[in-house]
Nanobody
Framework: QVQLQESGPGLVKPSQTLSLTCTVSGGSITTAYYFWNWIRQPPGKGLEWMGSIGYNGGTAYSPSLKSRTSFSRDTSKNQFTLQLSSVTPEDTAGYFC???????????????WGKGTLVTAPS
């Protein structure tokens, strides 16, 4: 059973960088053809895909967040990380990591989610 667990500070001051780590158990982040996503949900709003890092280390970013977002991974710890710079109160959200598989060249949707962590950037 694959499990994902987000970790990081729950409070980030405006203009600082938000850093979150997702620890994966029950499966390797380097196994083809899995992609490891970051998804967020502001209070009262819908889900927003932030981007992903793939089994081969390749990254993809949401165009709206690309200038502020960076993904990395530590394969020895089976972890991947999110950094979001220049945080504003609008970045207050529940942040989730999630696994997605690619089948015949197409993403098939998320099959495992972390429980999520609330990050607040106060005004």
């Amino acid at each position: 059973q694959v499990q994902l667990q987000e970790s990081g500070p729950g409070l980030v001051k405006p203009s600082q960088t938000l850093s979150l780590t997702c620890t994966v158990s029950g499966g390797s982040i380097t196994t083809a053809y899995y992609f490891w996503n970051w998804i967020r949900q502001p209070p009262g709003k819908g889900l927003e895909w932030m981007g992903s890092i793939g089994y081969n280390g390749g990254t993809a970013y949401s165009p709206s967040l690309k200038s502020r977002t960076s993904f990395s991974r530590d394969t020895s710890k089976n972890q991947f990380t999110l950094q979001l710079s220049s945080v504003t109160p609008e970045d207050t959200a529940g942040y989730f990591c999630a696994r997605e598989v690619e089948v015949f060249g197409s993403r098939s949707g998320v099959d495992y989610w972390g429980k999520g962590t609330l990050v607040t950037a106060p005004s």
